[in-house]
């Protein structure tokens, strides 16, 4: 007997990589929104480090070129940090988009999963009944040669 085939196969396996590519997509992004988040806060810390820094320097005599350099790295430290919050903005769109991307691609492939199921059940229930037949066509040829050697034929 054949064995089953799905009349839409490549369909099916379309889909599958269709949400794999926005299963990778998605990923993709949120390694970029974990990579902003790491750049912030290593800012954070410099920023804290720098300042300890200065708070330990201004034990006894002022150095004020120490302090103009503090605040130009501050101020440089602070326009990148906001410049990483509005990539992060944008990280945090592209992740949402994908993460709809990611739900209509599994859905899709669910759908062509779900007439896969449709089908393949339709050709097990296909193959029941046939074997069925063929057990029924062989009791009845047995329960024939049976009565026929009893009525002395």
């Not at 201004?58 to 350099?69: K, P």
């Not at 945090?92 to 899709?108: F, G, M």
């Amino acid at each position: 007997m054949p064995g089953f085939q799905f009349k839409f196969d490549s369909v099916l396996q379309q889909r599958r990589l269709a949400e794999e590519n926005a299963q990778l997509a998605f990923a993709k992004t949120l390694r970029q929104r974990l990579i902003l988040h790491d750049q912030l806060r290593n800012i954070q810390q410099t920023i804290r480090g720098s300042k300890q820094d200065l708070r330990d320097n201004l034990v006894g005599g002022v150095d004020v070129a120490s302090i103009g350099t503090f605040a130009r790295f501050a101020s440089q430290a602070t326009q990148r940090a906001q410049q990483i919050v509005v990539r992060l903005a944008g990280v945090e769109q592209q992740i949402e988009s994908a993460r709809q991307d990611l739900a209509e691609a599994s859905r899709a492939r669910k759908a062509i999963e779900l007439l896969y199921d449709k089908h393949h059940e339709r050709w097990l229930t296909e193959q029941r009944r046939r074997e069925e037949a063929e057990l029924d066509d062989v009791n009845n040829r047995i329960h024939a040669t049976r009565v026929m050697q009893g009525a002395g034929v």
